[in-house]
């Protein structure tokens, strides 16, 4: 079992960079791959980003390749994500999410475990 807490949310304007963290609890999680997915008001869930279990592995939607960077920290059980040139069109709710034994699926079925979320609200 692993939990996960999301920080790093706020209000920035268009062009500018926030950092996302996911901090988990418990001993295996290095052993899970990592996602990074989002939801808009009205919208879908939808994966941006996620991670391998080694790091060796990413992978983005194409809205966010070349802004955002994905990475984890097994030693602090913590993943990232790194977004810069914000846009309008980035405002959500992100989310993280831990799947077992996989190599960061942009299945939103795929993941068992999910944080609560961290508002991003990017300003034009």
């Known amino acids: 079992q692993v939990q996960l807490v999301e920080s790093g949310g706020g209000l920035v304007p268009a062009g500018g960079s926030l950092r996302l963290s996911c901090a988990a609890s418990?001993?295996?999680?290095?052993?899970?791959?990592m996602g990074w997915f989002r939801q808009a008001p009205g919208k879908e869930r939808e994966f941006v980003a996620a991670?391998?279990?080694?790091?060796?592995?990413?992978d983005y939607v194409d809205s966010v390749k070349g802004r955002f960077t994905i990475s984890r920290d097994n030693a602090k059980n913590t993943v990232y994500l790194q977004m810069n040139s914000l846009k309008p069109e980035d405002t959500a709710v992100y989310y993280c999410?831990?799947?077992?034994?996989?190599?960061?699926?942009?299945?939103?079925?795929?993941?068992?475990?999910w944080g609560q979320g961290t508002q991003v609200t990017v300003s034009s």
């Open positions: 418990g001993r295996t999680f290095s052993s899970y791959a």
């Open positions: 991670i391998s279990w080694t790091g060796r592995t990413t």
């Open positions: 999410a831990a799947e077992s034994h996989g190599l960061g699926s942009r299945r939103v079925g795929a993941y068992a475990h």
